[in-house]
Nanobody, 122 residues
Framework: VQLQASGGGLVQAGGSLRLACAAS????????WGWFRQAPGKEREFVAT????????YYGDSVEGRFTISRDNAKSMVYLQMDSLEPEDTAVYYC????????????????WGQGTLVTVSS
C-alpha cells in the first residue's frame, strides 16, 4: 500500500493550496479517507474526512468553512482544497485511510502517507 501526498508549499496568509493524495495497493473505494496535520511540537490533529461516496464529509473545528475534502474513486485520489489559509495552518499534512466511518481519531486509520509540508506566512 502506498499513499503519496503532494501539493504542499509556501503561501501567504489568505491564499489557497490544493493537496492531493494518490493511493495504490488497496481497494480505494472501500475506505474512508482523511487528512490530518502535525505542527512542530504539537500532536497530530484531525483535519477532515470523507465517506466512500464523497457526499458525506466531516471537518475539524479549526478548518470548518475554509477547507474542502473530496475524493475521486475512479482515480484513487483524495484532495484537500485549503482556502483562506492562516499562519496557524502551518504543518505537515498527511492523508490516511480507515475502514471506520467518520472517526477523527488517528488510531483508527490504518494506512498513512508520508506527509507534505504547508507553510503559511503572515
Amino acid at each position: 500500500v502506498q499513499l503519496q501526498a503532494s501539493g504542499g508549499g509556501l503561501v501567504q496568509a489568505g491564499g489557497s493550496l490544493r493537496l492531493a493524495c494518490a493511493a495504490s495497493g488497496l481497494a480505494f473505494v472501500n475506505y474512508v479517507w482523511g487528512w490530518f496535520r502535525q505542527a512542530p511540537g504539537k500532536e497530530r490533529e484531525f483535519v477532515a474526512t470523507v465517506a466512500w461516496n464523497g457526499r458525506h464529509t466531516y471537518y475539524g473545528d479549526s478548518v470548518e468553512g475554509r477547507f474542502t475534502i473530496s475524493r475521486d474513486n475512479a482515480k484513487s485520489m483524495v484532495y484537500l482544497q485549503m482556502d483562506s489559509l492562516e499562519p496557524e495552518d502551518t504543518a505537515v499534512y498527511y492523508c490516511a485511510a480507515s475502514r471506520t466511518s467518520f472517526d477523527p481519531r488517528p488510531a483508527v486509520y490504518t494506512y498513512w502517507g508520508q506527509g507534505t509540508l504547508v507553510t503559511v506566512s503572515s
